[in-house]
């Protein structure tokens, strides 16, 4: 686990047997008191308590027992809890005080147990031996005044000081600070925190509820902490943890009580905590030029890497980026885009090559590790997810199933002056697996497409074909009778068997054609035996599903109608057979008919042996008729070929709508999510998309096909084509139209000097001369894959200035645009989010807003910063807290952690103190120059 704050639940009061107001048998013997510490470890750790303070009033006699037995707590197979897991104890008093409220004073979970008498003795409490059942009778402690006066007592006294909270009764009731006789003791108070006695924080009245949250005048707007408690005081726990708060800490001390306190929005909840579904839970550096080797867990909120320029703080972003491939080199981009990427792989050649080290990211996703390692060299990109083996992965993958949202120095100012960067920021606005889902199927349907394109072209080939042959045969035919009507000396019997010759070879090419179709049929249903040999698909190896009776079932049903299905098959294959007796008839029929052709050929022969004299006008008479078999053949095959040409075109047709509506999708999401933008920017940005502009990618498409094509200015008429295409009122009609003119074109025909009608490339300045070219350069399969680049959509933002006034947002400050952009990073829900510096690309006025929206959304998304500024840090109640700074002091040759975890803690507290204000003199030294 990281060194950072967890939240904790935590019930604040409970007391002892030695309670006066006990209900239930109270332990009296060492041994008794020992099994009855025991028993409520164990409650509280069934109940789902990880923290309690004990407060009996004005008494600390059975504390220790119930410290013994936390630390003496095992699991189920005998081993201590860890320290983290251990049920954390908390030394307390329930203090009766004349101001008149209760009050709860807490001391740091490992106060020393032989200073607690001190404790009372400075507080003037008399108490009687622990070893006595009960304590002494409470009585109002008259001497102290107020408060304050506790908070100074314990505060000048060194074994409590810095060691202790002080905590008034909050609520409704006559025990509590909050009633109106009581405005200025509340408003006067040192207190940063209160609590409630049996009531949930939200069932106070509104009024107090007001006064609590810091919303009324009367009371100083002073906000507080505030912890519900249980009271308990059953010996059956009834009460413990029923009312109870999650405290957030990294180690349990009074000091972390107070700062939960003063963060009360984000470190004291009164319902279970929401965390990010998605966070990096640690990196690990094998070795490094300037950093060494380095392993460093992160917290699954927020988290902030502090020091010196040139610590090392952004080197360690930019290690977590590259080893999660966050926005590699995009095809299309320019140079600048490409900036950032390039740096980072800069810094890798630099410090990691040398090395030939590896970079290893752990991210938890929906409760499943996933580890990521990178290496440097050679180049080696490894997965491994839950318990599965490491294996080889691509950028892609990650990217797919890993991504984080990453930003380097200065990088945030930037997005709006480019069109890759807006479209990222606006994709990032929802999830990213609906949009690599429909970009996933859109690819599905393109080779659908190209499958489609595939079998019309082929079919309307076939159907060319199909027309050639039969003028090619119906001249043939027509010389066959010429040929033959040229005979001369023919009885009618010679002309019978001469004007029978033909019907008799179109009968021998029909059934050598069924014979065929046999053939072709029977190889079909075999290819579908194959196809179906392994359905229907097997369960995937998990016992939940395996043990599902409702699932086996359904796959036993499955099973049963591919049976049937593969029977069918067995049964088709088999009258396909050359030998199944259901083909007997045909080959009856077949060998009755070869019989008759035997005797035609008799009777031919004789016909052309009185022919002789005439064999020239007989060769031509046979040569024809063979030729007339061959392409009556020819024809057959290509009639079948060319069947059902309207359905495939039909089926074409569907595809490409399919095509497009997968993208008219996807704009309509950017559609959506430039809204949600706009919101979650409190209106400071007003996003829209503008849909179909040709791209890049499209313009350098045709712009390929056309090399070589000698058209004059040619550049020039693309982009010309392409400003056309953007500035159409519906520019995906208009791209439709531009599409069917090089349709059109590409099916001309290339030995005639005319070209259609296209009347959009006319406008773009391709004559017709041009026209003509483009007819011979472009392919239909090149025409096919021009049509399946989509048009691309841009977002455009535009930055309010003024109410209901709008300009350009690159117009706008690098401040300005960064300050709205990280609004709307800070309000929505997404995967990591690591920004180097942020404070670099805002305005000093909004940080201090910026940070309270990190309060809210670091429990919707992981927030991994690198920060000079104490505001982002401290006000923005970082959970964990990495101070990076030099080995050796006056040396910047290596860097190192300094300290780590959150800012309850001593260490962290003063590296943020010298890091971000320049120290403590410092510090004071401004707050007395401003007159604070």
Request: hydrophobic share 40%; charged share 25%.
């Amino acid at each position: 686990m990281d060194k950072g704050a967890h939240f904790h639940r935590c019930d604040f009061q409970v007391h002892t047997p030695r309670d006066i107001n006990w209900r239930g048998e109270r332990p009296q013997t060492v041994e008794e008191r020992k099994a009855y510490a025991k028993e409520f470890i164990t409650a509280c750790r069934t109940k789902g308590l990880h923290a309690v303070a004990i407060t009996d009033h004005h008494d600390f006699g059975f504390f220790p027992y119930l410290r013994e037995a936390s630390h003496a707590e095992t699991d189920e197979t005998g081993m201590l809890f860890t320290e983290a897991e251990r049920i954390k104890v908390f030394p307390g008093l329930e203090l009766t005080l004349p101001v008149p409220c209760q009050a709860l004073l807490l001391l740091d979970e490992d106060f020393e147990v032989h200073l607690l008498s001190s404790v009372l003795s400075r507080l003037g409490i008399a108490y009687n031996a622990a070893e006595e059942p009960v304590h002494l009778p409470t009585q109002r402690l008259d001497h102290l005044l107020t408060l304050d006066h506790v908070v100074k007592l314990l505060g000048e006294f060194e074994p409590t000081k810095g060691r202790f909270i002080l905590l008034p009764n909050v609520g409704d009731g006559s025990d509590s600070v909050m009633r109106e006789k009581f405005v200025a003791i509340y408003r006067n108070m040192s207190c940063v925190g209160g609590y409630t006695d049996k009531k949930q924080v939200e069932a106070l009245k509104r009024g107090t509820l007001a006064k609590l949250d810091g919303h009324n005048l009367e009371f100083d707007f002073k906000a507080v902490g505030v912890f519900p408690t249980s009271d308990n005081r059953q010996r059956d726990f009834a009460l413990l943890g029923a009312f109870s708060a999650w405290v957030k800490w990294s180690e349990p001390t009074a000091e972390a009580l107070r700062q939960a306190c003063l963060a009360r929005k984000t470190r004291i909840l009164h319902s279970p905590p929401q965390a990010p579904n998605v966070a990096i839970g640690r990196i690990e550096i094998s070795n490094s030029r300037f950093l060494g080797p380095l392993s460093l867990e992160f917290n699954d909120q927020f988290n902030c890497l502090i020091g010196g320029r040139g610590t090392g703080k952004s080197t360690v972003l930019e290690y977590v980026r590259w080893a999660l491939c966050d926005q590699a080199v995009l095809p299309g981009t320019t140079q600048e885009e490409n900036g950032f990427f390039s740096k980072r792989l800069k810094l890798v050649e630099n410090t990691l090559q040398p090395y030939e080290a590896s970079v290893t990211v752990e991210v938890l996703k929906n409760g499943v590790r996933h580890v990521v390692r990178r290496k440097s060299h050679p180049h080696e990109l490894l997965l491994k997810i839950g318990d599965q083996a490491m294996e080889p992965t691509t950028e892609g993958e990650i990217v797919s199933l890993l991504p984080i949202q990453g930003y380097s120095q200065k990088q945030l100012s930037g997005v709006g002056v480019r069109r890759s960067e807006l479209l990222r920021f606006v994709e990032s606005a929802g999830t990213s697996e609906q949009l690599a889902n429909l970009e996933n199927e859109a690819r599905d349907v393109a080779n659908d497409v190209r499958r489609a394109f595939q079998d019309v072209e082929e079919k309307r080939d076939s159907l060319t074909k199909s027309t050639h042959l039969q003028l090619n045969l119906s001249s043939l035919r027509q010389q066959a009778v010429a040929l033959k009507q040229s005979l001369v000396g023919l009885t009618e019997d010679d002309q019978a068997v001469l004007k029978a010759h033909e019907a008799i070879l179109a009968g021998q090419t029909a059934f050598r054609q069924w014979e065929t179709d046999q053939q072709n049929a029977l190889a079909a249903v075999q290819r579908s035996q194959r196809d179906l040999a392994a359905l229907p698909s097997r369960l995937a190896p998990s016992a939940n599903v395996a043990e599902n009776d409702l699932i086996l079932r359904a796959q036993t049903e499955a099973a049963k109608v591919f049976h049937g299905i593969r029977a069918h098959l067995d049964t088709a294959a088999s009258a396909l057979g050359p030998t199944s007796p259901e083909w007997e008839e045909f080959r009856e029929l077949n060998a009755q008919w070869a019989a008759k052709c035997r005797e035609h050929e008799t009777k031919h022969r004789e016909v052309q042996g009185r022919l002789s004299a005439q064999q020239q006008t007989l060769d031509e008479i046979k040569d024809v008729e063979q030729k007339i078999s061959a392409l009556e053949s020819q024809l057959h095959e290509a009639s079948l070929a060319a069947e059902g040409l309207t359905a495939s075109e039909a089926a074409y047709t569907e595809k490409r709508r399919e095509w497009e509506d997968k993208f008219s999708g996807r704009a309509d999401i950017l559609t959506e999510r430039c809204e949600l933008l706009t919101m979650r920017s409190d209106s400071w940005i007003r996003a829209t998309l503008r849909r179909g502009v040709m791209g890049k990618r499209l313009e350098e498409q045709m712009s390929s096909q056309l090399q070589g094509s000698r058209i004059r200015d040619l550049g020039d008429k693309i982009m010309r084509l392409a400003d056309s295409i953007s500035n159409a009122p519906s520019p995906m009609v208009y791209w439709q139209e531009v599409l069917a003119e090089l349709d059109s074109l590409s099916r001309s025909d290339k030995n005639v000097d005319s070209t259609p009608e296209c009347p959009h490339l006319d406008s773009a300045g391709f004559n017709a001369g041009d026209q003509l070219k483009i007819a011979e350069r472009i392919s239909r399969q090149a025409w096919l894959e021009m049509s399946l680049i989509e048009l691309e959509d841009q977002p455009v933002f535009e930055y309010r200035q003024r109410e209901a006034e709008y300009i350009p947002f690159s117009e706008a400050s690098a401040g300005q645009q960064a300050t709205a952009l990280l609004r709307v990073l800070l309000n929505q829900e997404g995967p990591p989010l690591l920004i180097d510096q942020p404070e670099d690309d805002l305005d000093n006025e909004v940080i201090h807003e910026i940070a309270e929206l990190i309060g809210a959304a670091k429990q919707r998304r992981q927030l991994i910063f690198t920060s000079h500024n104490a505001n982002l840090v401290v006000n923005g109640d970082a959970d964990l807290v990495v101070a990076f700074g030099y080995r050796v002091a006056g040396e910047q040759s290596l860097g190192e952690v300094k300290a780590e975890g959150a800012i309850d803690q001593k260490a962290v507290r003063e590296r943020i103190t010298a890091v971000m204000e320049g120290g403590e003199k410092a510090f004071y030294l401004r707050k007395d120059k401003y007159g604070f």
